[in-house]
């Protein structure tokens, strides 16, 4: 038991350079949270479920963050700081890492009868603060969810997801096969790729701002010439 606590703990330390020791990071919010989690967790597969609720309450006013005690949650799962919530069919993999004021959320099913509503989060993925995944969607190994994206259909393997709504982007192999991108947010090509129609938007409008300004220069021309005619007339 205290060789997988002292994993966990260097785990979250390989992912985050702030804590000194293993001790600094047992007091953090995301450790807690989780610990109450597995013990919601048992409950609310022993059907016992206001304890389960009792105990998610209690680690919500304590850490500020709302595990649903349905919620399946892998090996190494690290929420940095807090305000996350989690949805109770939510799944979610082994090596994870979610930042801040994070949502998996659901969808209010049509018939009105529960079931999977929740994202499904597979290994080694990153979720960038702000980010909010929604509905039954699968969320591929290794893609990174950039910072306030928006994602509501299936994320590939391995992709970065940007945006509102979150589009994919192209990422480089030796991105790809970093084993851990801060806030899952590369600051670089991928980003600067992802603009390639924004680029042509901008291009378009420089254009018609060039023509504008040679029609303002034209009908100035004329304007001039005119008021030298009329001068030209009244002189003589």
């Given at each position: ?224 010439d005119r008021e030298t005619a009329k001068r030209s007339g009244?002189?003589?």
């Open positions: 038991m205290f060789d997988r606590l002292k994993s966990y703990l260097d785990s979250i330390r390989a992912r985050d350079p702030a804590p000194r020791s293993r001790w600094e990071v047992l007091l953090y919010p995301g450790v807690w949270a989780l610990g109450f989690h597995r013990v919601a967790h048992w409950l609310f597969g022993a059907q016992l479920f206001f304890l389960a609720r009792f105990v998610n309450h209690f680690s919500r006013l304590l850490t500020a963050i709302d595990i649903h005690p349905g919620a399946t949650i892998g090996k190494n799962f690290f929420i940095d700081h807090g305000f996350t919530v989690i949805g109770e069919t939510a799944e979610i993999g082994d090596n994870v890492t979610i930042y801040q004021c994070v949502t998996l959320g659901g969808t209010n099913p049509t018939n009105g009868i529960g079931g999977k509503r929740h994202p499904t989060i597979h290994d080694n993925v990153i979720i960038g603060s702000g980010a909010q995944v929604i509905g039954p969607i699968e969320v591929g190994k290794r893609a990174r969810i950039g910072a306030n994206a928006v994602v509501t259909e299936d994320v590939p393997e391995g992709a970065t997801m940007i945006g509102l709504k979150a589009r994919s982007t192209l990422v480089p192999a030796e991105e790809w096969i970093r084993e851990f991108i801060p806030y899952g947010t590369p600051c670089d090509d991928p980003c600067k790729d992802s603009s390639a129609v924004g680029r042509d938007c901008v291009e378009k409008l420089e254009s018609e701002l060039a023509s504008l300004r040679a029609e303002m220069a034209e009908l100035r021309a004329l304007a001039d009244t002189d003589s």
